[in-house]
């Protein structure tokens, strides 16, 4: 069994996630892939049965972090140690991977990917400035300083079995921040690389959207 798990939340990708999938096995023929179908109203399934990968299905739509939460579930099953979030869109590096997991194997218990040390192809101006004030807002909250705090690559060390998300939308890149203060995780940033396209760009979050996600985190965050 592998020492590392990628875990893919995937909601209406079938455009994308074939790509994505084939691109991550034939880079890390030794992983394990586990993609968490949240209740995709297109094709998304049928497209990610692929031979060698576990294709998990919510039978309702939870959001985002109920996805990567239902994925580490199940690889805790496996007794796999280390796990990528990675997302299904085609905007992650697949090569950016290699190095976050040996900078696991160094000590750390989460790599979080920073497109602000690396690369962000074709960034909207309002995903570069809101992303930007996020951290502040994470820093206010958590005393956490990131200079990406809203990335979904990372690489995370789930030995700790109180590493868990509750906040099952999007919400859950900020309470993963949380939980870096909480559990005393040794964390470090890394350079990585995303690529917006037309495609992600139509899915990305608009500013309403974005409120609601920060109203989303505060209310989690009370009732925790």
């Not at 996630?17 to 992983?31: A, S, T």
């Not at 998300?165 to 040794?186: G, P, Q, V």
Request: aromatic letters at 10%; a neutral charge; proline letters at 2%.
């Amino acid at each position: 069994m592998s020492k590392v798990a990628i875990i893919i939340p995937m909601y209406n990708e079938e455009l994308t996630i074939k790509n994505v999938v084939l691109e991550l096995q034939q880079k890390y023929p030794d992983y394990e892939i586990i993609i968490v179908d949240d209740a995709s109203e297109d094709n998304s399934y049928k497209e990610a049965t692929i031979k060698g990968v576990w294709l998990l299905k919510h039978i309702v739509n939870l959001g985002q972090g109920a996805a990567i939460q239902t994925g580490i579930e199940f690889v805790r099953k496996l007794n796999i140690k280390y796990i990528i979030t990675f997302d299904a869109d085609g905007q992650h590096n697949a090569d950016d991977i290699k190095e976050f997991v040996a900078t696991l194997e160094k000590g750390y218990d989460i790599v979080l990917g920073s497109r602000f040390l690396g690369s962000a192809e074709n960034i909207s101006f309002f995903k570069k400035y809101f992303l930007k004030l996020s951290r502040i807002f994470t820093f206010i909250s958590t005393g956490i300083w990131l200079s990406d705090s809203h990335n979904g690559l990372r690489a995370i060390d789930i030995s700790n079995p109180n590493f868990n998300i509750t906040e099952n939308r999007m919400a859950h890149a900020s309470e993963i921040i949380d939980l870096i203060k909480k559990l005393n995780m040794k964390y470090i940033e890394k350079p990585c690389t995303i690529r917006y396209t037309s495609y992600s760009l139509k899915k990305g979050q608009s500013m309403s959207n974005a409120i609601g996600i920060i109203i989303e985190y505060i209310i989690g965050r009370l009732t925790r």
